[in-house]
């Protein structure tokens, strides 16, 4: 069965739960935590007599049970609210960047990820302008500067980049990179190959490179999250715009991101690798 089949199967239920702005509210808000019937009434700013049938209608449903006088999901509850709480994220994540994400390269995420897009719906997007040129890459090396770990993917290198990098790898700052093979090659290049001969030394560092083309650029840290992307065509890296998050949500979203580059990586460079 296809899900255009799923639908007009379960059309009725799945509409009594996203035509209902209250029963939709309770779902989300009991997806928090349990509550009380005030406190309901307070979230949703509706009266008693207006939620209480909706609350009977979930119980009807097995999809809310309550213990000690406080409203609670049940197990197939807390499936339910996750998935319409998961749905409002995605959507409000892509409408919210739609501009972002129309302009440029995402198929460089991986679709497990791009399904849990949801996860950056509390991020900025920033622009460089004529008043603010290298915007996005100060605010990178602001990232970069304040971190006390850093996961990176970048699929170009800047001198002021690898500068950064390096001044945090000699404070011990944990460092692990990884780039494209033809950066890779760069970096064996002056002015980059005395600077990473000085950091083969350091226990801290990890540098990895990829075979095949990456088309982002990802910093992430135990503060921030920073994504960069390559414009639509996917041949132009675009350094004039990036989405930054500190939320917990995007930074372990951007982790995700790093560790499914690293797995599928193959030729190990520098650090507590050699080649």
């Known amino acids: ?28 808000s009991l997806n928090e935590s349990s509550r009380k019937l005030p406190q309901l009434r307070e979230i949703t700013g509706s009266t008693s007599q207006a939620i209480i ?14 213990k000690e006088r406080e409203y609670c999901l049940t197990p197939i509850g807390k499936i339910v609210a996750s998935g319409v709480a998961d ?22 995420i991986p679709t497990s990820l791009l399904k849990e897009i949801g996860c950056l719906y509390n991020s900025k997007v920033i622009y460089d302008r004529r008043t603010k040129i290298l915007n996005v890459y100060s605010n990178q090396l602001k990232t970069i ?19 950064s990098i390096s001044e945090r790898v000699k404070e011990g700052v944990p460092v692990k990179l990884i780039v494209p ?15 990473l001969e000085v950091l083969k030394s350091y ?13 982002m650029g990802l ?13 639509k065509s996917g041949i132009e890296y675009d ?16 982790e995700r991101l790093f560790e499914y580059y690293k797995v599928h990586s193959e030729a190990k460079l520098y650090g507590n690798y050699t080649l």
């Open 219 to 231: 910093i992430v840290t135990d503060k921030c999250l920073a994504l960069s992307l390559h414009k």
């Open 203 to 215: 226990k801290n560092f990890q540098l990895i490179s990829k075979n095949e083309g990456l088309k």
């Open 87 to 108: 749905s409002f994220a995605t959507f409000g994540t892509i409408n919210k960047f739609k501009y972002f994400w129309s302009k440029h390269y995402m198929e460089g």
């Open 145 to 163: 500067k304040e971190a006390d770990h850093i996961y990176g993917i970048s699929s170009v290198i800047t001198e002021g980049y690898a500068d």
């Open 181 to 195: 093979l033809h950066v890779a090659e760069e970096l064996k290049q002056s002015p980059y190959t005395e600077k």
């Open 53 to 66: 049938p909706k609350l009977r209608k979930l119980e009807e449903d097995h999809l809310i049970e309550t």
């Open 1 to 28: 069965m296809n899900s255009f089949e799923i639908y007009n199967e379960m059309e009725d239920n799945l509409q009594a739960i996203y035509r209902s702005r209250l029963l939709t509210e309770i779902l989300l």
């Open 239 to 254: 350094i004039t715009t990036g989405l930054f998050s500190s939320d917990p949500k995007a930074i372990e979203w951007g």
